[in-house]
């Protein structure tokens, strides 16, 4: 196994620390001997990288072989300059960069299929035979990261079928291709988080499966968004979105159900707070030369007049030196038409300590008017909510109560939980659901 590891060139970016490279160097000291070290140091050393590929195997549901299936993610992860120029225009040509991978490739198949009985037989364990050879516990989808498990377990299926290296070059190129390299290209959805002074956008691995037909009405209003989605990842101009309205009326499920829609089309979202505003260049820097569609979006977005953070993100839609890439936009929600708290006294002549009030509408109206969409969320009438409810209600068969009931129950429910809602809606088939035996 080192003899491969050690000839990687466009994949020798692996590092020390990855589970391949430090098993390449536990069966180099077992093949060559190694002064001091004793059998039972090397059999635990292999113990503990086989334990980090059991926790890998864990968290993106891998199965059968997970050996073949921990390569096919090693080559799905990597992100180096040829499979990030693959994931744009494939592997076109005949340039020296493609040498050089076919030789990696070459290094690859032969782990891929990596006869371990040798280093079993020499150290006496049989660790190798059960990893080739895995049946894993049932889990729930939402235990582990499916959007990566799925595509990393097909690519490991078809690599099964590969004649030779060439045929890997093949399939793991087209793979790039379809789905893209790395954490872009096999998730959906990230939100930042901090590692010191590091700012690392981290995959969500876990997204609502929420699609545009689950919210009931607001149809002019979805057509307004998937216009302007459309536009955004087909590479045409698009504007920034303001979903904005009263609270529970599916601002926020509109913008999973975008990703969800354009996901296969290359589309990306980033969640970010308000106190992450100073992170937006970093962020912006990290995926500007992406081959994706990136939404930047901000859940409800408000500001009181104490808080300076929108000024950040003013700079960043519009005005700052720096231009706003073409694949990123900016959504954001909101139950404030115009995002920063207003007082009666920003809009009197008679306000005492402002020499120049107009000045203070025009810094406070000037964010919301760096959305070039602003869509309006109203709260339902009673006719809309009850629609809703019946709707609804016909997706769970188990509710038995006739239309009169289960309408009468609904607007009792909605006066005791704030009002006409497609939330209270959803709350109330719940509770419905929930004394349903």
Not at 104 to 120: R, T
Not at 344 to 369: C, F, G, I, P, Y
């Amino acid at each position: 196994m080192y003899r491969e590891t050690a000839r990687l060139i466009m994949y020798g970016n692996l590092g020390k620390d990855s589970i391949l490279m430090r098993l390449g160097g536990i069966f180099e000291k077992v093949d060559r001997g190694a002064d001091g070290v004793t059998k039972e140091e090397l059999v635990r050393a292999i113990y503990d990288e086989i334990y980090r590929l059991l926790d890998l195997s864990t968290t993106y549901g891998f199965d059968e072989n997970l050996w073949q299936c921990y390569i096919a993610y090693v080559l799905a992860t990597n992100e180096n300059p040829f499979s990030i120029i693959c994931e744009t225009v494939g592997a076109s040509g005949e340039g020296s960069a493609n040498t050089i991978v076919k030789q990696d490739m070459e290094c690859f198949y032969h782990l891929f299929h990596y006869n371990f009985s040798a280093i079993e037989e020499k150290l006496g364990v049989q660790c190798f035979d059960i990893l080739t050879h895995y049946h894993s516990m049932a889990k729930a989808e939402n235990t582990y990261n499916k959007s990566v498990s799925e595509k990393v377990r097909a690519l490991a299926e078809n690599l099964r079928g590969a004649k030779d290296a060439e045929d890997m070059f093949n399939l793991v190129t087209s793979f790039y291709k379809q789905y893209g390299v790395g954490k872009f290209g096999l998730n959906k959805a990230f939100r930042v988080v901090h590692r010191g002074e590091e700012m690392i956008l981290s995959p969500i691995t876990h997204t609502s499966d929420v699609v545009l037909e689950d919210l009931i009405g607001y149809e002019l209003q979805k057509k307004q968004l998937i216009d302007n989605t459309e536009a955004f990842v087909e590479g045409r101009r698009a504007n920034n979105c303001l979903l904005f309205g009263d609270s529970g009326t599916g601002k926020s499920t509109c913008i999973k159900a975008i990703l969800n829609r354009y996901y296969d089309k290359g589309l990306r979202l980033i969640e970010v707070y308000k106190h992450q505003f100073q992170d937006l260049s970093s962020i912006i820097e990290q995926i500007k030369n992406r081959n994706y569609k990136f939404i930047i979006y901000m859940d409800d977005l408000s500001f009181e007049e104490f808080e300076i953070e929108y000024k950040y993100l003013k700079a960043v839609i519009e005005g700052g030196m720096e231009v706003k890439p073409d694949n990123v936009l900016i959504y954001a929600t909101s139950n404030r038409r115009h995002l920063i708290r207003e007082t009666w006294s920003d809009r009197s002549d008679m306000s005492k300590d402002e020499l120049h009030h107009s000045d203070t509408m025009q810094e406070k109206l000037s964010l919301v008017a760096r959305f070039g969409v602003t869509i309006n969320f109203s709260r339902p009438m009673k006719k809309e909510f009850e629609e809703i409810v019946l709707s609804l209600a016909e997706k769970n068969p188990d509710i038995k109560l006739t239309k009169e009931e289960l309408l009468m129950q609904a607007n009792a429910w909605s006066i005791r939980n704030g009002g006409y809602s497609g939330r209270v809606a959803e709350q109330f088939i719940i509770h419905l659901k929930s004394i349903t035996r």
